[in-house]
């Protein structure tokens, strides 16, 4: 029952969006270019398409969140739907009501579209697996393995600084180990078809096997950084330093923060990428962050676009034609 | 009550037989095999026509969730379940609710199997007290209880008490049984640490944390002689590991699940639950490896680590389902798969689910000898059907084999001479029948791969059929992996007449004798030209010294009426391996020790005959004899020394 793409329909249609893996480029490409015909939405004056209407989207969210949440509902307002939102933690499944159970009673609501973020991998594909045929499910980040939605997002990002993913460099630095965002992009990249994708961190941090899919493991950020073209750096929790997996944020700024030195060993149009929030000081130097060739504030806005087209195309189908 | 099993082919691998033949039980005995005994009158006929007839099962792990988890299982449902799959001894690991670690949990164990009535039930007692890892448990008194050994289970146990338990535990000669997991390096890990866990992202359990626990095992077992038994070893390194160390003689017995040895972290594909174990799958090569270890017999018993859940237990995102799979209801149609993979014969993959499980447990099962219990299991190697949901009696119906094509279904299973599991008769006939119909399509598919059929072979051969049946030999007796039994006398179509029949045994224990006698003689490099004889396929060998391999052509080819490998190809190279662990482990009584050539290859006593020809990545320097997986408790062939 787990052998075939579940995110698809019989058509090839996207059914649900669980994970990156798996789908083809054309469909990458589509949900990019169905996000650049919804840029202009944004800055229409009356900011909504009602591609969406009478659908009722639901924000289960057992982890916390602000950005993802936040675009999420703004691009589903703006596609004109009912958005619920259910703040897990402080519902029924810290009392001991299971998730399954959970879902029977949203599904009796007539939902249509769950958007999850849960801390366990593999919850999306879970969830997804056991709803009514009818409800589509969105992956909003699930424990590790994947956040497929800011993957595009940056995706979109690239594309819209660099035109070609074909004879890009992409570094990624950071905690690989822990990052879904980092999965979902090596996934995006890979399927767009980016020359080279590396990862970039101390051997703690960067899990074994990595290789397989299909990067290139740098420990020194000099090398890592050579001749990039994107740098994508990530998020450094503070709980790493407990697991004995770091010494501490200073020596951590020392060999893998971005500073203005280090960034120059990348090309100097080089972008720089962070799906936030940001630790200044800690992965990533302020002037960095605040320079001209940081796009993280850009990555936010786009995340709308994106996450409208995801929607749009999972649940306004017969509106499709029109938006791609 | 009196029954006789007719006309079935008794596989006995602990005596060393394999033979049409009939089995007369009374009073829960097996009175005779073979020959009538004067004035027996049977209540009950079972007609075993074209069926395999062998000890019953012996499953050496089997969680039943009685006490503690009786909303998974029951000792009641699993055990009815074990009957099912003609298992009739199970063995429980003691980390129940309450944990076995006193008597009164031992004989509430045991009562409530008694009163079930389905199947013999052995227990392990705690190491610790609680499993806690902190204070000893009272092993003697678990021991006088009926604890047939001690387990800390799955849970830790740091070095200090670990050296104390076993320094104890051999004090009392009682075997530690081993889960080696080194918790600091699994911590929180539930899928291994790889290609997989590294798609999926999931916490990973790494090889090492196998590694690491099997090489600490090791010293401790040097350090306090304790008899030690590894429990589902689940890499190809820890296999190697253990095997050099049963090479320097430590008296250490290994097993392995039924389902590492057909499942990869691959199987997991996107967050199959069913394929949520502990130890985790690994990959393809530690697959290989332990398949490896397993027909060079470093890896002598193969158990199901039968895990019930209810269904809520997997209902979850994959990290925080449940690990387990209710397993015991597959062990038998898996160890035959193994023979259709062309890995072991079939008495061979028997042997690892009856006989040698019982030896390593200390218990008297796993064998037809006369006057053993009858423990029988009766079922039909080609058979085949697709396992589904509604097949499943276990209360457990989480299994990551649906779908499946499985043979080996068993038709009866008799627990102390009593009928514990019969199939009804319309089952039966179609069993038979359908079944037939498939060993016969085996067999056209073999001819048509150009296979000779042997049957003059059969005609040539003398008989002294009873031979072996009336001088049962002891347990300790057997001193190896036995050689491959000629299936000839295993014609479903002769007649039942034991005397009729050609004897297989005549020839596989002139042949076991004079393995014995030759052995010492024998160099190494007769090993090789042995090899090289199997290798060409030559069946036709005349060569005294092939007479062995001779033998398990023979079994091959002829075999292809009852046991028709599905891949006669691969599995005639492979099958003599086992063939002739016998003559090298003799080899190894008379050899001196040579170290390892490289550190990092494993004493190639071990490997190399497998090797050689299945996984052809080591060069042919050294063809030392295969592992006794049975040293533990026999005279080791090292002690010989």
């Known amino acids: 029952m787990m052998r075939k793409n579940i995110q698809l329909d019989e058509q090839g249609r996207l059914k649900h969006l669980l994970t990156l893996e798996g789908l083809k480029r054309e469909l990458l490409v589509e949900i990019l270019d169905t996000a650049e015909s919804f840029t202009s939405v944004t800055g229409q004056a009356v900011k909504k398409v009602p591609l969406l209407r009478g659908k009722t989207l639901v924000n289960l969210f057992f982890e916390a969140s602000t950005r993802t949440l936040t675009t999420f509902e703004l691009a589903a307002k703006r596609l004109s739907a009912d958005v619920l939102k259910i703040n897990v933690s402080t519902s029924a499944t810290s009392k001991g009501e299971s998730l399954l159970d959970m879902l029977r009673n949203l599904e009796a609501m007539h939902c249509d579209m769950f958007i999850v973020r849960h801390g366990e991998s593999g919850a999306a594909h879970f969830i997804a697996s056991h709803v009514a045929p009818h409800i589509s499910v969105i992956n909003a980040g699930d424990g590790r393995h994947a956040h497929p939605t800011q993957a595009l997002l940056d995706m979109f990002t690239i594309r819209r600084h660099k035109g070609e993913f074909g004879p890009l460099t992409v570094a990624i630095v950071g905690d690989i180990m822990h990052s879904r965002v980092a999965r979902s992009q090596i996934h995006a990249l890979t399927t767009l078809g980016v020359d080279e994708v590396r990862v970039v961190g101390p051997k703690t941090l960067i899990p074994k096997a990595v290789e397989t899919l299909g990067v290139h493991v740098y420990h020194d950020m000099e090398y890592g950084l050579e001749d990039a073209d994107v740098v994508i750096m990530l998020r450094l929790q503070k709980e790493r330093m407990q697991g004995a997996l770091l010494p501490s944020e200073h020596e951590y700024y020392q060999r893998y923060g971005l500073t203005m030195d280090k960034l120059a060993a990348a090309k100097t149009d080089a972008i720089v990428m962070h799906p936030g929030p940001i630790n200044r000081g800690v992965e990533i130097q302020s002037e960095v962050a605040d320079s001209a060739q940081s796009v993280i504030l850009e990555q936010v806005s786009n995340g709308v676009a994106v996450r409208m087209a995801v929607m749009s195309m999972v649940l306004g189908r017969p509106a499709e034609g029109g938006a791609a | 009550m009196r029954i006789i099993i007719e006309g079935g082919r008794v596989i006995d691998p602990a005596n060393d037989i394999d033979k049409v033949q009939d089995i007369y039980i009374a009073e829960g005995k097996i009175l005779a095999r073979g020959r009538k005994p004067q004035d027996f009158q049977a209540d009950r006929v079972i007609d075993a026509n074209g069926l395999v007839v062998c000890p019953g099962l012996v499953d050496m792990r089997a969680r039943l969730r009685e006490p503690g988890q009786e909303n998974k299982a029951t000792i ?441 006698k030759q052995a010492a003689k024998k160099t190494a490099a007769a090993a090789v030209e042995n090899t090289n004889v199997l290798d060409s396929n030559a069946f036709d060998s005349n060569a005294s010294d092939a007479n062995a391999l001779g033998n398990s052509g023979g079994d091959h080819q002829v075999s292809t009426q009852i046991d028709a490998p599905r891949e006669p190809q691969t599995d005639s190279p492979i099958e003599p391996a086992a063939a002739k662990s016998p003559a090298m482990a003799a080899n190894d009584a008379n050899d001196t020790y040579k170290p390892p050539i490289s550190p990092f290859r494993v004493p190639s006593k071990q490997f190399a005959p497998l090797s050689d020809r299945v996984i052809k990545t080591q060069p042919e320097d050294d063809n030392r004899a295969a592992a006794d997986p049975n040293s533990k408790r026999v005279p080791a062939v090292k002690d010989d020394d």
Not at chain 2, 238 to 265: C, K, N, S, W
Not at chain 2, 275 to 287: E, G, I, Y
Not at chain 2, 470 to 497: G, Y
């Open chain 2, 76 to 516: 009641a449902s699993e055990t009815k379940a074990a009957a099912k799959a003609g298992v009739t001894t199970l063995c429980c690991p003691p980390d129940t609710d309450p944990v076995i670690d006193t008597p009164a949990v031992v004989e509430l164990i045991h009562r409530r199997a008694g009163e079930a009535g389905h199947a013999n039930v052995v227990t392990l007692g705690a190491l610790t007290h609680r499993l806690r890892g902190e204070q000893l448990a009272e092993m003697c008194a678990l021991k006088q209880a009926g604890c047939v050994g001690v387990s800390n289970a799955l849970q830790p146990v740091d070095l200090k008490i670990l050296r104390r338990a076993m320094e104890y535990a051999a004090s009392q000669d009682l075997t530690v049984y081993l889960h080696p997991e080194d918790p600091a390096l699994s911590q929180q890990g539930c899928a291994h640490e790889g290609t997989v866990s590294v798609r999926l992202g999931l916490p990973g359990i790494p090889e090492t944390a196998e590694t690491v626990a099997v090489a600490q095992a090791l010293q401790l077992i040097d350090l306090t002689g304790v008899n030690a038994h590894f429990c589902q070893v689940s890499s190809d390194a820890a296999a190697r590991m253990i095997a050099r160390a049963q090479y320097d003689g430590a008296p250490i017995t290994v097993d392995v699940t039924a389902h590492h040895l057909f499942l990869t972290e691959m199987d997991i594909g996107y967050f199959n639950a069913q394929c949520h174990v502990r130890p985790p799958l690994r990959t393809q090569r530690d697959r290989d490896g332990l398949r490896e270890a397993l027909v060079n017999g470093t890896i002598s018993a193969i158990c199901s680590d039968h895990q019930p859940h209810d269904t809520d237990a997997k209902l979850a995102p994959f990290p925080a389902t449940e690990p387990g799979i209710s397993a015991i209801e597959t062990l038998l149609p898996l160890a035959l798969r193994l023979v259709d993979d062309g890995l072991l014969s079939l008495p061979d993959a028997l042997s690892r689910v009856t006989f040698f499980p019982a030896n390593i447990l200390e218990i008297s099962a796993g064998t037809l000898d006369v006057g053993a219990n009858a423990d029988i299991c009766v079922f039909h190697p080609h058979y085949s059907w697709r396992y589904e949901e509604s097949h499943i009696v276990s209360a457990g119906k989480n299994t990551p084999f649906l779908g499946w094509n499985l043979k080996g279904l068993v038709t009866h299973t008799l627990l102390n001479g009593r009928i514990v599991h019969e199939v009804d008769d319309d089952t039966l006939h179609e069993v038979i029948t359908q079944g037939a119909y498939e060993a016969e399509l085996a067999q056209s598919n073999s001819i048509a791969q150009g296979q000779p059929l042997d049957d003059d072979i059969e005609a040539e051969d003398s008989n002294e059929e009873d031979e072996d049946w009336f001088e049962p030999p002891s347990v300790t007796d057997i001193d190896s992996p036995r050689p491959p039994q000629t299936d000839r006398e295993a014609r479903p179509a002769e007649d039942t007449d034991a005397g009729a029949f050609v004897p297989p045994s005549a020839q596989t224990t002139a042949t076991k004798s004079k393995q014995k």
